[in-house]
């Protein structure tokens, strides 16, 4: 019986390596994209934490999603992962590029998500992002969702970006100070910084619609299997030391009750986290 | 009939199983990224082999079967964790 037992785990084991290989690992070969992550959403999801948090909403900003888009297509462009760019481009330089004139700006960085609440809770989950979604010093965003390959893989890339404008009554007479972090001080420190221009919000940026599974919903299809094969194989676990405690059979094995106890954390930790990754 | 010294340290070799699960689910919850997250479980895992050694050479039951068992249960817990949290396409 405990030779069966051992061939059962085997065969556990042996089902969950066909499993990645075939859903996660050839399966996002021959799809295409699709994804339920939008603009209007993430910035919904936003300013609804900033309200919570007593904050005044953030205004999109066309230039700022200009420069989270020109960033996006960078990461795709040089197949990275990472706020700076091989060729050594911080996100600041996007920023600039596009004109946005500013006093503070911060990035955060989201890929492989398929729904734009996933999103905002993975970056609220992570101090150093939440510090980026609730700062005070923000007063604009943008947005960028894009579709393309990164590191080999089809996938859905969001680049949130903040900022607050310098002012016309400013004195831009230092450039902006860079810094490994993401949130940047400028190094104008002089004149009190005026209350900015109430601006018109400009038209939402469309969402990206697919039409078929992304990586995104592949990632999800693949935590949920796990969950799945997490629970089933705790489950035959207790109908097996049940079994063997009722009919009183001596078996020498381990504390099958510690097993479970472990896969079950195992499965708690998987629904407990977001399949996709925040930088 | 076993000795109130035996069942110390069986009892505490339990609430030392308990407890690096404990602190696991604490780092788990401090933790953001996925990879932080796998390396936890990979390690909780690991460790788990290791007690299974302690705890039934102690209790003069260990043979390879058991190790094999415990290692069985650990690779499960390491693929799971690995399908779930996304970890698997980077390799």
């Known amino acids: 019986m405990f030779h069966k037992t051992l061939v059962t785990y085997v065969f556990f084991i042996l089902s969950i390596i066909f499993i990645n290989f075939v859903l996660v690992l050839k399966v996002p070969d021959i799809l295409g994209y699709a994804t339920d992550v939008k603009v209007n959403d993430l910035l919904f999801y936003t300013n609804d934490l900033r309200e919570k948090k007593g904050l005044a909403d953030l205004t999109l900003n066309e230039t700022l999603s200009k420069a989270a888009n020109a960033k996006a297509n960078d990461m795709f462009k040089e197949d990275y992962w990472a706020h700076t760019s091989p060729s050594g481009k911080e996100p600041w330089d996007f920023i600039i590029g596009t004109g946005y004139d500013y006093i503070y700006a911060g990035e955060n960085l989201a890929v492989d998500f398929s729904k734009s609440k996933d999103v905002v809770v993975a970056w609220n989950n992570s101090p150093s992002h939440r510090d980026n979604l609730l700062s005070p010093k923000y007063n604009e965003i943008g947005f960028a969702v894009v579709n393309g390959e990164l590191q080999g893989r089809k996938t859905t890339l969001v680049v949130q970006m903040f900022g607050y404008q310098r002012g016309k009554a400013q004195l831009a007479t230092t450039p902006p100070a860079t810094s490994k972090t993401r949130d940047v001080k400028s190094a104008n420190t002089q004149a009190a910084v005026p209350i900015p221009e109430v601006k018109e919000v400009p038209e939402a940026i469309p969402a990206v619609i697919g039409s078929v599974l992304s990586s995104a919903t592949v990632m999800s299809a693949s935590k949920y299997i796990a969950l799945a094969l997490g629970l089933f194989i705790s489950i035959f676990m207790s109908i097996d030391w049940l079994y063997v405690k009722r009919t009183g059979i001596i078996k020498v094995s381990g504390h099958t009750f510690f097993h479970i106890l472990l896969l079950l954390f195992a499965v708690a930790g998987i629904w407990y986290t977001n399949i996709g990754l925040v930088l | ?91």
Request: charged share 10%; net charge positive.
């Open chain 2, 1 to 91: 009939m076993k000795s109130k010294h035996h069942i110390i340290i069986i009892s505490i070799q339990y609430v030392v199983l308990i407890l690096a699960m404990f602190v696991a689910s604490l780092l788990f919850q401090k933790t953001a990224d996925n990879f932080s997250r796998f390396y936890i479980l990979l390690i909780l895992s690991l460790l788990y082999i290791l007690w299974g050694v302690w705890h039934h050479g102690f209790t003069e039951r260990l043979d390879k079967l058991i190790l094999l068992e415990y290692s069985l249960v650990s690779a499960i817990v390491i693929l799971l964790s690995a399908l779930g949290l996304g970890i698997i396409r980077f390799f």
